[in-house]
């Protein structure tokens, strides 16, 4: 089922899972993130547009109930992270150890994280592909991020 406000959606998805160190407690914990493969549509001006390339989605704020279920068997620490506005909620990290939340920047927009600058680095990233819908209200998106071939397919 698509969510009202989507602006990305595709027939299948990745969950990506890693391992990030803690700005708080300073342990490792597991990070999730979500990524489209190529074929995917995005909203542009009221159009779907279709994209022949792997995406990052991030800063999501809203997502279908079986993606978010998705997400809790794999982690209940990548929740939606209430604002006090409505309009600044989004699902987030939090460290298993300490509630400590990640930013998204921090491992989406930064070398690092879901962004690695090596093939070797992209090799810790596992992607996990799950073949049902998917949409999401996302204000993040990083298409053709580099090294996504070198990620691990279980």
Same mark, same amino acid.
């Given at each position: 089922?698509?969510?009202?406000?989507?602006?990305? =959606? *595709?027939? *299948?998805? &990745? /969950?990506?899972?890693?391992?990030?160190?803690?700005?708080?407690?300073?342990?490792?914990?597991?990070?999730?993130? !979500?990524?489209?493969?190529?074929? +995917?549509?995005? !909203?542009?001006?009221?159009?779907?547009?279709?994209?022949?390339?792997?995406?990052?989605?991030? &800063?999501?704020?809203?997502?279908?109930?079986?993606?978010?279920? +998705?997400?809790? #068997?794999? *982690?209940?620490?990548?929740?939606?992270?209430?604002?006090?506005? $409505?309009?600044?909620?989004?699902?987030?990290?939090?460290? #298993?150890?300490?509630?400590?939340?990640?930013?998204?920047?921090?491992? +989406?927009?930064?070398?690092?994280?879901?962004?690695?600058?090596?093939?070797?680095?992209? #090799?810790? /990233? *596992?992607?996990? =592909? /799950?073949? #049902?819908?998917?949409?999401?209200?996302?204000?993040? &998106?990083? !298409?053709? $991020?580099?090294?996504?071939?070198?990620?691990?397919?279980?």
């Amino acid at each position: 089922m698509q969510v009202p406000n989507a602006n990305i =959606r *595709s027939p *299948s998805y &990745y /969950i990506a899972e890693m391992q990030a160190r803690c700005a708080k407690c300073g342990r490792q914990a597991r990070v999730l993130a !979500l990524a489209v493969p190529p074929n +995917h549509e995005i !909203l542009v001006e009221g159009e779907w547009q279709n994209v022949d390339g792997d995406a990052f989605v991030f &800063y999501v704020a809203e997502l279908p109930d079986a993606v978010s279920r +998705h997400l809790f #068997e794999r *982690s209940p620490a990548f929740r939606l992270q209430q604002g006090e506005d $409505p309009a600044d909620s989004h699902w987030i990290n939090h460290c #298993e150890h300490c509630a400590e939340a990640f930013s998204d920047d921090e491992l +989406h927009c930064e070398p690092g994280g879901f962004m690695p600058s090596r093939a070797l680095d992209a #090799e810790a /990233i *596992s992607l996990s =592909r /799950i073949d #049902e819908g998917f949409s999401a209200s996302a204000a993040g &998106y990083a !298409l053709a $991020p580099e090294f996504f071939a070198s990620m691990r397919r279980p």
